[in-house]
């Protein structure tokens, strides 16, 4: 899955990154590959804190944080 995050406050960290899993373990790597989901940082802790699962912000069109923005 290929996340395209935003981070207002510290924009160094905004990119495309390629996150992948299996039973040996998961990588998180940059990357330009078009994103399968776009969400702000805010989402993506949310959903490493177990607030939210990134599946259902897919499911949902995508980050929560970007549409109350627009």
Partial sequence: MVLDVTDDFCPW???RYRL???PKG???SRTKDS???ALDVVDLGAAYLG????TELAAAGGSPSSARER
């Fill in 20 to 22: 992948s899993g299996g």
């Fill in 51 to 54: 607030g939210i699962r990134l």
């Fill in 26 to 28: 998961a990588e998180c």
């Fill in 13 to 15: 960290n905004a990119g």
């Fill in 35 to 37: 994103a399968d989901l």
